[in-house]
């Protein structure tokens, strides 16, 4: 398994600022992952961010609105861009040992925007 | 393309009782099947994973799953609930792109009352 923490946990922002949430894991993972999960709903994948390489994106999801940092195998993170009520979600990041088959999770961001 | 779906919303049992969380999915391939647990303001926790070994899989707090390929099902169960177990809980398939790409349920809240 894998210690993974989010900062911060939680954090409510005004229309229109940005937001950049880190992931800290506790070990060397080969994949990381960016996760919303908006209000009553399931979790959706953002983006997959493998370390020395652009982030790759789902769909739906563009870099200018959520952009990506991976600078090392332990560390990750998500900005959330010129925000609206809209983005108000929890966000997750989650790890991956190369082999593992199996995703961890971090506690997760409540975002609330104003 | 795969796709999970979990039957019921919501399911209420009573403490002591046993729990039966209903999963079917959808894979092109031989998928691996997870279940998560998430308590109230908390990340995802791993309940439990099914990888192709043993179609009965023992997870932790009491929980099993069992895989059911003919009925593209993975259930998961406690003999005895308890009020702790009070959670939301997807199930989750797996396949693997080199990572794996997991798709989500849309989740089952866990009722337990006393």
């Known amino acids: 398994s894998a210690v993974i923490s989010q900062k911060p946990s939680r954090d409510i922002c005004q229309r229109g600022t940005s937001l950049t949430i880190q992931c800290q894991v506790d070990?060397?993972?080969?994949?990381m992952f960016w996760y919303r999960q908006q209000p009553g709903q399931s979790l959706t994948l953002i983006a997959t961010a493998n370390q020395g390489s652009e982030a790759t994106y789902e769909s739906g999801f563009v870099i200018d609105k959520f952009p990506i940092s991976r600078p090392n195998l332990t560390f990750s993170t998500l900005t959330v861009s010129n925000m609206s009520p809209e983005d108000s979600s929890i966000y997750l990041c989650s790890v991956e040992k190369r082999g593992s088959d199996t995703q961890y999770f971090g506690p997760g961001t409540r975002l609330t925007v104003l | 393309a795969q796709s999970v779906t979990q039957l019921d919303s919501h399911v209420s049992v009573s403490e002591g009782t046993p729990v039966l969380l209903r999963c079917n999915y959808s894979?092109?391939?031989?998928?691996?099947l997870f279940w998560y647990v998430q308590h109230p303001n908390k990340g995802l926790q791993l309940l439990l994973k099914y990888t192709s070994a043993a179609t009965l899989v023992k997870g932790i707090n009491g929980f099993e799953a069992e895989f059911k390929k003919s009925e593209t099902s993975f259930h998961l169960t406690k003999p005895s609930a308890h009020m702790s177990d009070a959670a939301e809980y997807f199930c989750v398939v797996s396949e693997s792109r080199g990572y794996s790409t997991l798709t989500f349920g849309k989740g089952t809240m866990l009722l337990v009352s006393p």
């Open positions: 894979s092109s391939y031989s998928p691996s």
């Open positions: 070990s060397q993972v080969t994949m």
